[in-house]
């Protein structure tokens, strides 16, 4: 394991610095931000007392929202990506940050503040001279106590789709690559260690009261921000860059190998940037509302899925609907499909071979006795759906015993281990043939077509008409079976989607 | 001779309880008053009116004949030196800036004013230079009451309030602190009010000793007045035990230059 976790880190090195640079960046701007505005509520807190118990419970309130609701609450308001994690972020950190401060300034000796009063300071002189340097001890813990939190939590920013080592661990989990998780979830601990070691540094420079100590601190103080200037600096200069298209997929292995692919035929035929952000958590229920804000300009969707989802539907999707879909999305949202990839990624359901054996299972409809004793598994998003769940269980008048909310890449994982007797699969699915499962027949035809193709903003499409070329491409290229296929090579041969897109393009003479 | 503080028709109560009432005092300038009484009896709130720390109920406060009320709190507070138990130093400064707190807060760019200023003080409370870069926490309890009453007198104020400055330290220490704070009086001429609860501190001290009791005033006296002639029970009790310092029978106590009782107190001082 830890071999494969040192292959895996040193093959991808530029990959896994990129995503270190873009944690530290979330990270330390919700720091920064926390310690201005914390800082500052706390110092009005303690200045205004009355003030201090209801904001404090405000506060508590929002640090036991759980972050992954959080995110959700936001997404409205500020769309996915970097800025609503670095909110979240600051949000969290607001807490300890507002609550030393209170404490350390609160905790100042009364007669140390009656003296310095009684010498004739102002409120600000007292604040400033004798109020903050004496609770800085205590403010310093809570600004550690609340790196090392907002450097672990900012892990989950990938979540909604902001970069971050985050990115590693969801990537990991989703495309079965283990090492990979392993690998981002230590460095994230690293660099926890490394920014708590450092504040300790500081800690204890500050400290330090020796005339000499004070002008070295200032040296270090002065060195560290021209250091900060730097390298912001550069990552500005940095950003300066051509016109960007971008592209999001859903946290499914396929959606990873489309997206890259979309990335090399983009980038090779065209002059445009492509931002390519994998796995955006949640899937279409993060991804649509971002590509009606134009956070995203391009994702691959599935028919069926659009219509019912998207759109709103309640009946079944055949392909005959296709035009009416076209034109729905056109004039719903001013978005087009372009670039039908051909494979049809339907749900199915299978059984554990044992199950099956044991109630002899071969159609949906024989669910329906063995039911009630059975535990049932499906991503977040399936229980949601229109054409979920409850959809799935009033056609068939299904009943489960239990139901269990899996994140999709660890689903087979836990149908092998037997947590769950029956699950959602897709067609594709690259586990799918390695699992001792049996598909189910769908024999009310109750699964709608889901042929997977890319909406894309409609002004996008004007604006970069060289786009339509490279899309028509993908038409009908890939089979049910190619895309199981290159699922199977990134979840159980551990292959880079990039390398395994690159390949099949390659074989399909799209690469130049 | 000027007033220096005048306290007209005071009254001070928090909600039902009250702590002075009809409470009149006029203190001349360059006096050393001692305010004495049991704990509760007003003395610390008497002191902490004259800079503003506490407001009265009713009644006026004249500090140089000016109505404090009319004043700038602040202003009013850097012209006073005010120096209370315990030493209560700045615990993230060193001696120097402590002491240079007042000057720093009225001239913030004369440094070199404000460096020979603490440098005279130093001198004047018997710190050696040396501790200057110290912080209070490195000084002895004795060291950290001269910082305090370095910081207090830094700013060359008129008025010096001091609440018990003296509560904390031992013996010995007291006594020379009290023989240098009686020095620095002489020599400067400033107006000092000086908060205790021992009376041989109140009478060693003050040129007047203000006795309280119970938000009232019982006697406002020279220490030898109120050695030869208490006003009140209150003070007779008080005193009774300095009267005797000579530790002869009742009757014979007037032949002992030091009691109080005899005609001659003039070296009371002295001893």
């Not at chain 1, 880079?496 to 399909?508: C, G, I, K, T, Y």
């Not at chain 2, 003070?235 to 005797?244: G, M, N, P, Q, T």
Request: charged share 20%.
């Amino acid at each position: 394991m830890l071999q494969e976790m040192w292959f895996i880190f040193t093959d991808r090195i530029d990959f896994f610095l990129k995503l270190l640079l873009e944690h530290l960046e979330i990270s330390l701007i919700s720091i920064l931000i926390a310690i201005l505005f914390g800082g500052l509520v706390g110092i009005l807190i303690s200045e205004f007392q009355k003030t201090a118990k209801p904001t404090l419970g405000v506060i508590n309130f929002l640090y036991t929202i759980p972050s992954i609701s959080m995110l959700g609450f936001l997404i409205p308001f500020s769309g996915v990506g970097n800025a609503t994690a670095i909110i979240a972020l600051t949000v969290y950190a607001l807490l300890p940050m507002v609550r030393n401060t209170h404490t350390g300034i609160t905790n100042v000796d009364p007669a140390i503040l009656e003296a310095a009063k009684g010498m004739g300071s102002t409120r600000t002189q007292i604040l400033f001279k004798i109020k903050l340097p004496l609770a800085m001890p205590v403010i310093m813990s809570g600004i550690r106590n609340m790196v090392t939190m907002t450097i672990a939590l900012a892990g989950i920013a990938s979540f909604i789709g902001a970069g971050g080592l985050g990115v590693a661990i969801y990537r990991g989990i989703t495309t079965n690559n283990t090492a990979m998780t392993m690998v981002g979830s230590l460095l994230i601990a690293l660099l926890a260690l490394i920014m708590d070691v450092l504040l300790g540094f500081i800690e204890r420079r500050m400290n330090k009261r020796s005339v000499k100590a004070k002008k070295t601190n200032k040296v270090m103080a002065v060195a560290a921000v021209i250091v900060c200037l730097g390298i912001a600096g550069s990552v500005l200069i940095n950003t300066q860059q051509k016109d960007t298209i971008q592209i999001a997929t859903k946290p499914m292995t396929e959606q990873y190998v489309l997206g890259e692919m979309l990335d090399i035929l983009i980038e090779q035929d065209t002059n445009l940037n492509v931002e390519l952000t994998q796995g955006v958590g949640g899937g279409t229920s993060n991804i649509q509302p971002a590509m009606e804000t134009g956070e995203f300009d391009i994702y691959p969707e599935y028919t069926g899925t659009g219509w019912n989802m998207v759109l709103k539907h309640d009946g079944l999707y055949t392909e005959d609907l296709f035009d009416e879909l076209e034109k729905e999305y056109s004039e719903q949202f001013n978005m087009k499909w372009v670039g039908m990839y051909g494979f049809n990624n339907t749900y199915g359901l299978v059984v554990r071979r044992e199950i099956a054996e044991k109630y002899n299972l071969k159609t949906y409809s024989d669910l329906k006795s063995a039911a009630s004793n059975l535990t049932f598994g499906a991503e977040y998003d399936f229980f949601e759906r229109e054409d979920g769940y409850d959809a799935l269980c009033e056609t068939y008048g299904l009943n489960f015993g239990k139901t269990m909310d899996l994140d999709i890449g660890l689903k087979y994982q836990a149908i092998n281990q037997d947590k769950i007797d029956v699950m959602v699969i897709f067609t594709t699915d690259g586990q799918l043939s390695t699992s001792d499962v049996v598909v189910l027949e769908d024999d009310k035809q109750f699964y709608p077509s889901y042929i997977c193709g890319n909406v894309i903003r409609a002004e996008v499409l004007e604006e970069y008409p060289e786009l339509n070329t490279v899309l028509e491409k993908l038409n009908g290229l890939i089979t049910d079976s190619n895309m199981a296929a290159m699922n199977y090579s990134v979840e159980t041969e551990n292959k880079e989607p990039r390398d395994v897109a690159e390949d099949f393009l390659r074989s399909h003479n799209l690469l130049q | 001779m000027e007033t220096a503080i005048e306290f007209k028709n005071i009254k001070k109560s928090y909600g039902e309880k009250v702590v002075l009432e009809g409470f009149n005092l006029s203190i001349e300038k360059g006096e050393f008053i001692t305010i004495i009484g049991s704990s509760g009896c007003g003395k610390t709130t008497a002191l902490k009116m004259v800079n503003g720390l506490i407001h009265p109920t009713s009644g006026d406060i004249f500090v140089d004949g000016e109505n404090i009320r009319n004043k700038n709190q602040t202003q009013l507070r850097r012209n006073i030196g005010y120096a209370i138990q315990g030493s209560v130093l700045f615990p993230h400064m060193t001696v120097e800036q402590n002491i240079s707190y007042v000057p720093n807060l009225l001239n913030k760019r004369d440094k070199e004013k404000t460096k020979n200023a603490v440098s005279k003080w130093m001198k004047i409370v018997g710190l050696s230079e040396d501790l200057k870069h110290r912080y209070p926490s490195e000084l002895s309890g004795g060291q950290q009451q001269r910082v305090g009453i370095a910081r207090a007198l830094a700013a060359s104020p008129d008025i010096l309030l001091m609440d018990e400055p003296f509560g904390a330290v031992d013996e010995i220490t007291r006594r020379q602190l009290q023989a240098e704070l009686k020095q620095i009086h002489e020599q400067t001429g400033i107006t000092v009010l000086f908060v205790t609860h021992d009376i041989s501190e109140a009478l060693k001290l003050g040129t007047k000793v203000l006795v309280m009791n119970d938000g009232k005033i019982e006697q406002f006296a020279k220490p030898e007045d109120l050695l030869r002639s208490p006003a009140t029970e209150f003070v007779k009790e008080l005193v009774k035990k300095e009267r005797r310092t000579c530790y002869l029978p009742e009757d014979q106590l007037s032949s002992c230059e030091f009691s109080g009782t005899s005609g001659k107190v003039s070296s009371f001082d002295a001893r």
